[in-house]
């Protein structure tokens, strides 16, 4: 436990999408992280990146691997799991414009609505101040992304554009262990949405620890 303490283990979630970059931010903050794409592999981690992607093709690729079902536990055990756009949709317990069959994770209490900054903003990039992340605004890069539209009284808003047609609008959330961003810092080499993340592994790992000391 102590090494894993050190090091814990982190997995990205690795049918679809952007699974290379995650995996290589997390082992520059000193995280053991490894693809998954099996139950076995999900069982065997500390905490869960969902890259961005389609968010369609990542939750019917994980319906078939026989994943969805595995996630959804995790989530609601208490798994850490960060969200980056398409990540940030399969966490939302609710999700607009999307197919009617689209399913979700689940987890995050938000309305999530996909493609929210429309067709002629396919992508964009700026500047965000997020709570809690010392070190000035955060370069943003927003592809296809989705925004929060509606939050629950237990999330916690971390960031909202300003300035545009999207001017206070939220893309960035935490609800206990659970983490979702409409852009991708995976992109841009600013890790602190990535350090905030291992910390919460860290901070979750510490607590079974020493719920376990507590049980012997
Ligand atoms: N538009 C994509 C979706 O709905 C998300 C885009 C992304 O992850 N870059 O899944």
Known sequence: MTDRLGMPRIGVLALQGDVREHLATLRTLGAEAVPVRRPE??????GLVLPGGESTTIVKLADRFGLLEPLRVAVHGGLPVYGSCAGMILLADRILDAPPDQETIGGL???VRRNAFGRQVDSFESELDLAG???????????????VEKAGAEVEVLGRVVGGAADGRIVAV???NL???SFHPELTGDRRVHALFVDIVRAHLAE???????NT
Not at 137 to 144: K, L, N
């Open 41 to 46: 592999e999900l069982a065997a981690v500390d």
């Open 109 to 111: 209490d938000v309305t």
């Open 133 to 147: 992340l010392e070190g000035g605004p955060m370069h943003a890069v927003f592809i296809r992304a989705p925004w």
């Open 174 to 176: 935490r609800q206990g």
């Open 179 to 181: 983490v979702a961003t």
């Open 208 to 214: 079974q620890a020493s719920a376990s000391e507590e």
